[in-house]
């Protein structure tokens, strides 16, 4: 299916809100139908480009790049490279043209495209502004193609049940529909991190064995863990990129012992670091005996 991709059909609640069923279901039976363009404000621009923190080692891909303003300001203002992918032809060719007059051809490209037929493996930086159905269709390719650690913002839309690990208000008190401001989101792709975990550690003096079998949707983790064979309380899990941390609190020899774990997923690997309470910081390796899969439900 070849569907319209580009950086402006989409707007924000109010007015819009009421019109947008109507424009997707004539985008359904009409994919190549004309849609509303509505420009990213520059300022909204500013603000995905700070939020999703681009510099000089990035490669930014948007997805319905229009006349191409995210890609140009990721090259020329943060020193990145990239692509945005755009079906409208004209608009194409107006980003070519924008990209060459600032100086930054060789780092920003335009592909007249299907955004469902791009590939996007090598991004570390997904931007859009798309239709929130779009955007869930989107979902599943990003956590299989994106590596840990990859960025993704959008404007305006959420991605439903999977919430952004951070998100900003930019006043746009030009805005010519919706109320006057937009709302930016960020995610950062997770790595995987669900399984069965096992690991020693010790505790004043004594080599305790831990074992830890975590659950993970999206970029939270529920555990269920033991620590010298008895149950233990999990809290706080999260992962952000290839960053995992959570607490776990274990009765040991009569008193209560605090855990706080910090470290890297690598493959069937952490490395990281342990505090507990009252009793200093120490290095914290675990290796993962069965492998998990990240739960990417589409219910509320």
Aim: charged residues 25%; without cysteine.
């Amino acid at each position: 299916m070849t569907v319209p991709a580009r950086t402006g059909w989409r707007g924000a609640a109010a007015a819009f809100l009421a019109v947008l069923p109507m424009l997707s279901a004539a985008a359904d039976q009409h994919p190549h139908a004309d849609v509303p363009y509505v420009p990213t404000p520059r300022g909204v621009v500013d603000a995905m480009l700070k939020l999703a923190n681009v510099g000089a080692k990035d490669y930014v891909i948007d997805l319905g790049s229009g006349d191409g303003r995210i890609v140009i300001s990721a090259a020329k203002q943060h020193g990145a490279r990239g692509f945005g992918v755009e079906i409208d032809g004209a608009l194409v060719s107006e980003a070519r043209r924008e990209a060459r007059r600032q100086g930054v051809g060789g780092r920003a490209e335009f592909l007249e495209q299907n955004l469902f037929i791009t590939e996007i493996g090598r991004a570390t930086v997904v931007t859009m502004y798309l239709y929130p159905k779009l955007m869930m269709q989107l979902r599943p390719r990003l956590f299989t193609e994106l590596k840990p650690g990859a960025r993704v913002v959008s404007h305006d839309f959420d991605m439903e049940n999977w919430q952004p690990d951070a998100r900003v208000t930019v006043p746009v008190p030009d805005k010519t529909y919706g109320p006057p401001s937009s709302e930016v989101y960020l995610w950062v792709i997770p790595a995987n991190a669900a399984g069965d975990w096992r690991w020693r550690s010790a505790i004043a003096g004594a080599a305790l064995d831990y074992e830890l079998a975590l659950d993970q949707a999206f970029q939270v983790l529920d555990g269920k863990p033991r620590v010298g064979g008895r149950p233990a309380r999990f809290e706080g899990g999260r992962m952000r990129g290839d960053e995992i941390r959570f607490m776990l609190t274990a009765e040991v020899d009569g008193r209560t012992v605090r855990h706080e774990f910090r470290g890297r997923v690598a493959g069937d690997a952490i490395a990281g670091k342990v505090r507990i309470a009252g009793g200093g910081e120490s290095g914290w390796n675990a290796t993962r005996a069965r492998r998990g899969h990240i739960k990417l439900s589409s219910d509320r």
